[in-house]
C-alpha cells in the first residue's frame, strides 16, 4: 500500500473512508484529532492540489459560507457548480467592503455624513449589483444551456 506523503491525499482519504460526507474544519479536526488549523491548512492543500493544472484529485471541494463555519462537501454536478458561483459573489462582497474599510473609516473621522454616503454607494453595489450581476449571468447560462 502506498504511503500518504502530503495533507490533501491524507484529507482525500479520510473523505473517501467517510463516504464524500460534508464537513467542517471543526469536525475535520476532532475526526482525525488534529488541531482546527491544521485541519484549515488540508482544505487550503486540498484546494490548492485540485485547481493545479493536470490535478488528480479525485474530488472538488464547494464550500458553503465562510471563515471556520464553512461547510464543505465534494462536489460535480451543476447544482454543485451553482453553489461555487454563488460563493465567489459572496467573497468578492467581503473582499469589497474589506478593501474600502480603512479608507471609509478615515473619511468618517473627518466627515460622518460623507462616509455613510459613501458605505450606502458601496453597499448599493454589493448588495444591489452584483446580485442582479449574478442572477443575470444565472439566466444567461440557463438560457445558452436550454439552446
Known sequence: ??????????????????????F??????????ISVPKATDAIQAYLDAQRRENSNTLYVLKREGRTTSAVWSVGHRTADAKVIGGTL???????VRRAFRPDLERLAEKNP?????????????????????ASAVDAMIEESDEG
Open 113 to 133: 455624513r460623507a462616509a455613510r454616503y459613501a458605505e450606502q454607494k458601496i453597499a448599493a453595489v454589493v448588495d444591489g449589483a452584483l446580485v442582479v450581476l
Open 24 to 33: 467542517t474544519a471543526r469536525g475535520l479536526a476532532a475526526a482525525i484529532q
Open 1 to 22: 500500500m502506498s504511503k500518504i506523503t502530503t495533507r490533501w491525499e491524507a484529507l482525500e482519504a479520510w473523505i473517501f473512508d467517510n463516504g464524500e460526507q460534508a
Open 89 to 95: 459573489f459572496e467573497d468578492v462582497a467581503v473582499k
